[in-house]
């Protein structure tokens, strides 16, 4: 019963220090005591190594694309929704354009 008792009472704490092998590169990864890296966190993938500048050309147009965008809005006094409207206006007479030409081409 003694036995029993001891099990539960080490293996039950919540605080407990698990003993592992600590590296340089394992705290790098897990600074202030995260479970899991950063990459993982942010998904892993292709956006988490856009945010974390591990492909330095693509954050870079990321960050450019991104001030272009808010030197539209903000600087140049434009609106979102005439901007879409604008957009899409362009592309219904680009589809009628397209439509004619093929219509008038088709031999059928």
């Known amino acids: ?6 099990k539960k009472q080490s293996s039950g704490s919540f605080f407990a220090e698990e003993e592992k092998p600590h590296s ?3 705290e790098f990864n897990k600074l202030f005591g995260r479970q899991k890296p950063v990459h993982h966190i942010l998904g892993g993938g292709k956006s988490a190594d856009v945010l974390l500048w591990k492909n330095k050309k693509i954050s870079a147009s990321v960050l450019f694309g991104a001030t272009a965008v808010w030197v539209l809005f ?3 006094d434009y609106n979102f929704i005439p901007l879409v409207c604008f957009g899409l206006v362009i592309y219904i007479i680009g589809q009628f354009i397209m439509s004619c030409l093929l219509n008038r081409y088709s031999f059928i």
């Open 1 to 6: 019963m003694d036995s029993l008792s001891d």
């Open 24 to 26: 340089v590169r394992t």
């Open 74 to 76: 903000e600087w140049l």
